[in-house]
C-alpha cells in the first residue's frame, strides 16, 4: 500500500497512523429479550403495518449502557489476553448514556479493572459514536501514546411509542481493543470519515425521545454519507469492491445497509455475515460494530472487510481492516455474537413497555 | 444518602473482587482482612471466576424499599467456584426454570438507585444461567 499521499484526483487523505494499530480483541454484547415488529404493528397499526426488521434486542430492567459495555469489554479483554491494567484509554460511544453528567466510561474501567492510568471519556455522535471512539484509540496507539486502547460503540435506543423507529430501536453494542497491529487478530489499515452538519435525526436536551426527519433521514444523509466516506477511502487506497470478503454498514433497518453495500458495489453475500439488524434491531452506536464481531467470528486470515459507520448529524467513518493469522484462534475465547442472538426470549408490548421505563410510576 | 458506603464497596460489588489467603490458600468473599479459614491476615486481592452455581434460592413477591419496581424476582444463594457462597439476585432467567445446583455466572449489573431517579446508580454482581461452558 503506497504511503497516505492522498488520492491523486480527489486529494483525499486517509487516516494511517506511523505505528500500524490493529484490533487485539473485541467483544460482542446483545441482551436476552426480543420484541417482534407484529407486536409494536399490533398496538399501533392494528397488525396492518409491516416491520422493518423481523424483531429487536431489548434490554432487561437492570440494564443499561455501563452495564452491557462491561460485558462486552470483558468478552474484549477475553480475546486479547492482555491484562486490563495495560489499558490506557476506555472510551464510550453511546446516545444513551446512563447519567447526563458522569462518564460511563469511568464505570466501566473501574470494573474491568481499568483503572488508574486510563484516559476514560464519553464520545457522543448519534450512531457513529462508537467508531469515533476507536478512531481515538487507534490515534493514540497509532501515535506510540499508548500500547493498548479500547473504544466501546453500545445503546439503549429510545424511540417513542408508536413512531417508526420504535420497531427498530434496540440494545446491544460491541468493544474493540486497539493495540500494535503485530500483535493484532486484524490489522486497521486505513480510516476516512466524511462529515457535514445535516438535521436528520436529534433529541435535545432533556428530550426523552429523539426526533428525525422522516424521508430526509435517507438520501442526504444516511446514502451520501457512507457512500462518500467507503467510495473516498477505497479510491484512496486503490481498492475495490472486489478486493473485500466482506462489507459492513450501518444498520437502522434491513433494506439501508442492503441498498449502501449495493451503491458501493458490494454483492449481498459481502454483506450478509454483518447483517445483523433483521434479529437484533438498530443497536445505533453499537450497529455497524456488532456487525463486525459477526464478521470477525467467522473470517479467515488474510480477508479484507470495510466497514462504514453513520451517525445522524452527520457523518461516517469508513475502516479498511485486514484480517490477521491471530483471529482464528481467539475467536473461541469469548461468547460468538451468534450465540447472543440465540439466546432470546420474546417478549409482549407491555413486558417491553415496563423494561423500557414506559410506564409512569410515580 | 449512602456514597461512601457505595464508594467503597465498588470493586467486590462490580467484579468479584476479594481475597486470597497466603496462609492457607483459602479464597475470601465478601474480603475481610481476617481468614475465616485459618484465622490468618488475608489482605491479597483476589479475582473470583464468576462461575458457581445455585445453592438455594426464592422468589420475592414484593421487594424490600429500593427493590420495589423489580419485583418478582429471584434471589439465590450462589455457591462460588472457588468455595464462598453469596447472595445475589438472578437475572436473565427469561423463561429458565431455577433449580438447586444450576451453574450460573456473574454479571454486573443495575442494583437500585441510591434514592430517587436524581440519585446515583449502584452497580452490583447478579448471576444468570451460564452461556459458555
Known amino acids: 500500500m503506497k504511503k497516505n499521499e492522498g488520492h491523486e484526483q480527489t486529494g483525499i487523505k486517509p487516516l494511517i497512523p506511523d505505528r500500524k494499530v490493529g484490533i487485539i480483541g473485541y467483544g460482542a454484547y446483545v441482551p ?12 399501533w397499526t392494528d397488525g396492518t403495518s409491516g416491520s422493518p426488521v423481523k424483531e429487536k434486542a431489548v434490554a432487561g430492567l437492570d440494564e443499561d449502557v455501563a452495564t ?4 462486552a469489554a470483558r468478552n474484549a ?4 489476553g492482555i491484562a486490563a491494567n495495560e489499558l490506557r484509554a476506555v472510551w464510550v460511544g453511546s446516545e444513551s448514556h446512563p447519567y447526563a453528567v458522569k462518564p460511563t466510561g469511568t464505570i466501566v474501567a473501574e470494573a474491568i479493572g481499568a483503572v488508574p492510568s486510563i484516559q476514560a471519556a464519553d464520545f457522543q455522535f448519534a450512531c457513529k459514536a462508537g467508531t469515533e471512539a476507536i478512531v481515538a484509540a487507534i490515534a493514540l496507539v497509532g501515535s506510540n501514546m499508548a500500547d493498548y486502547a479500547m473504544g466501546i460503540g453500545m445503546d439503549i435506543a429510545q424511540g417513542r411509542p408508536g413512531d417508526s423507529l420504535e420497531y427498530t430501536a434496540s440494545s446491544g453494542g460491541a468493544a474493540y481493543i ?14 476516512y470519515s466524511y462529515v457535514t452538519d445535516t438535521p436528520d435525526f436529534w433529541r435535545r436536551q432533556e428530550q426523552k425521545y429523539p426526533e428525525h426527519g422522516q424521508r430526509f433521514t435517507g438520501e442526504p444523509a444516511y446514502f451520501k454519507h457512507i457512500t462518500e466516506a467507503g467510495k473516498a477511502l477505497m479510491d484512496a487506497l486503490k481498492m475495490k469492491p472486489e478486493d473485500f ?13 442492503q441498498r449502501a453495500g449495493s451503491l458501493l458495489g458490494f ?37 479484507r472487510i470495510l466497514l462504514v459507520s453513520y451517525g445522524s448529524g452527520a457523518g461516517s467513518d469508513a475502516f479498511v481492516i485486514k484480517v490477521t493469522e491471530a483471529i482464528t484462534e481467539r475467536q473461541k475465547l469469548a461468547t460468538l455474537t451468534a450465540d447472543y442472538i440465540q439466546r432470546r426470549t420474546e417478549i ?3 413486558t417491553y413497555a415496563r423494561y423500557r421505563g414506559k410506564l409512569a410510576m410515580k | 444518602m449512602e456514597i461512601p458506603r457505595h464508594w467503597r464497596l465498588k470493586q467486590q460489588r462490580y467484579a468479584l473482587v476479594g481475597e486470597v489467603c497466603p496462609h492457607c490458600d483459602a479464597k475470601i468473599f465478601p474480603p475481610r482482612d481476617v481468614c475465616p479459614e485459618c484465622g490468618g491476615e488475608a489482605r491479597e486481592a483476589y479475582n473470583f471466576s464468576g462461575k458457581g452455581e445455585v445453592y438455594s434460592f426464592t422468589r420475592m413477591g414484593e421487594g424490600p424499599a429500593g427493590f420495589e419496581e423489580q419485583a418478582p424476582y429471584t434471589v439465590a444463594l450462589v455457591k462460588l467456584a472457588e468455595g464462598p457462597v453469596v447472595t445475589a439476585q438472578l437475572t436473565d432467567l427469561g423463561d429458565t426454570k431455577v433449580e438447586i445446583g444450576m451453574p450460573v455466572e456473574m454479571v454486573t449489573r443495575r442494583i437500585r438507585q441510591d434514592g430517587d431517579e436524581r440519585g446515583m446508580i449502584v452497580y452490583g454482581y447478579k448471576f444468570r444461567p451460564v452461556m459458555q461452558g
Open chain 1, 68 to 71: 452491557m459495555s462491561i460485558e
Open chain 1, 77 to 80: 479483554l477475553a480475546r486479547a
Open chain 1, 178 to 191: 486497539l493495540g500494535p497491529a503485530e500483535k493484532s487478530l486484524a490489522e486497521i489499515e486505513a480510516v
Open chain 1, 32 to 43: 436476552r429479550y426480543r420484541l417482534p415488529g407484529t407486536e409494536v404493528a399490533r398496538i
Open chain 1, 348 to 350: 409482549d408490548y407491555a
Open chain 1, 267 to 303: 454483492k449481498p453475500e459481502q454483506t450478509a455475515v454483518g447483517l445483523l439488524s433483521p434479529v437484533i434491531g438498530n443497536t445505533y452506536a453499537g450497529a455497524s460494530i456488532i456487525g463486525l464481531t459477526a464478521i470477525l467470528d467467522q473470517a479467515k486470515p488474510g480477508e
Open chain 1, 245 to 257: 470478503a466482506y462489507g459492513v454498514f450501518h444498520q437502522p433497518n434491513t433494506k439501508f445497509p
